[in-house]
């Protein structure tokens, strides 16, 4: 982007629906890969908590992980009684699961395991009834005269006393069958530099980041980031989008000003396999104390 009319040029060559976006689009807007990725899920998500939290609580915030009270071990033994005992399928590949597996899933779904379990601890029991789901809306963003829209396949909001949604996560699903068209026959000249998380394919990676840019203004830590999940099959990897302090002002004036944003992917977590579920569990419940933190600020 070296002028106002280099950088028109390249932004009028982009799709406005981010659902058509592929990696090769993301140099082009400041966007970079973490090299070190992929990562261990808790790693991607301690580097994101330290980027988006403002400095002044940013010590506050290290120890509410350092140091863990018996209402995160309950909440902790609450959901891993849920996904090791209750659904206690530990395979590599769905075709793997039993006809008996598969009746043992209706069984659960017929029981009313959840109220017997919660109703052991008052803490568990609130903090599932605080659980919700909120429907996804188009979010758009505007560079320059051009205006860009995402769709997220779901989004993962933390409440505000002004009654609006903030976002924490946004999450790409792609189906076990879904196939990218030319993900391995493109030039491999054009793929960003560090872009190394091979589990993770050209459009999936390009319709990720245009998830993040359009829904940053949202972002529950600001315009600093926010992080992410993508779906693929039952695989999932967890992201963070890191952007510099001015990145999304000035991407919307069409000069960067080397100003950038980084996205790290972790490892693959197969949702079959017992060990993965239990990270992925830890996970949420690390976002969840981190919202609940974030909200008595």
């Known amino acids: 982007m070296s002028n106002e009319t280099d950088s028109t040029s390249v932004f009028d060559t982009m799709r406005?629906?981010?659902?058509?976006?592929t990696d090769v689009v993301l140099p082009n807007i400041g966007i970079k890969f973490d090299?070190?990725?992929?990562e261990l899920i808790n790693t991607v998500f301690s580097k994101g908590v330290l980027h988006f939290v403002e400095e002044t609580i940013r010590s506050e915030v290290v120890n509410l992980?350092?140091?863990?009270?018996?209402?995160?071990?309950?909440?902790?033994?609450?959901?891993?009684?849920?996904?090791l005992d209750v659904f206690d399928i530990d395979c590599y590949h769905i075709d793997d699961i039993s006809i008996s597996d598969i009746m043992k899933i209706k069984e659960i779904e017929k029981s009313n395991w959840i109220d017997n379990f919660v109703t052991r601890s008052d803490r568990c029991q609130r903090f599932a009834r605080e659980r919700s789901s909120p429907s996804v809306e188009k979010y758009s963003m505007s560079i320059g005269r051009k205006d860009f829209v995402s769709l997220p396949n779901a989004i993962i909001c933390h409440p505000t006393e002004t009654g609006d949604d903030k976002i924490c996560a946004v999450i790409q699903v792609k189906g076990c069958n879904q196939d990218e068209d030319g993900d391995h026959t493109r030039n491999l000249t054009n793929m960003p530099k560090g872009s190394n998380a091979q589990h993770i394919g050209s459009a999936l990676k390009g319709q990720h980041c245009g998830q993040y840019l359009c829904t940053l203004p949202y972002s529950v830590f600001g315009k600093?980031?926010?992080?992410?999940?993508?779906?693929q099959g039952t695989k999932v990897t967890f992201t963070a989008f890191k952007a510099d302090d001015g990145y999304y002002d000035n991407l919307c004036s069409e000069h960067l000003h080397q100003k950038e944003s980084f996205v790290t992917y972790s490892e693959e977590y197969n949702?079959?396999?017992?060990?993965?579920?239990?990270?992925?569990?830890?996970t949420f419940l690390d976002i969840g104390k981190l919202m609940e933190f974030l909200c008595e600020k």
């Open 16 to 21: 406005t629906n981010t659902s058509e976006w």
């Open 35 to 38: 090299t070190c990725a992929p």
């Open 65 to 83: 992980f350092w140091f863990r009270s018996e209402e995160d071990e309950e909440k902790k033994e609450c959901f891993q009684h849920a996904v």
């Open 224 to 231: 600093n980031g926010m992080f992410g999940f993508i779906v």
């Open 271 to 282: 949702i079959l396999r017992k060990e993965d579920r239990k990270l992925l569990v830890q």
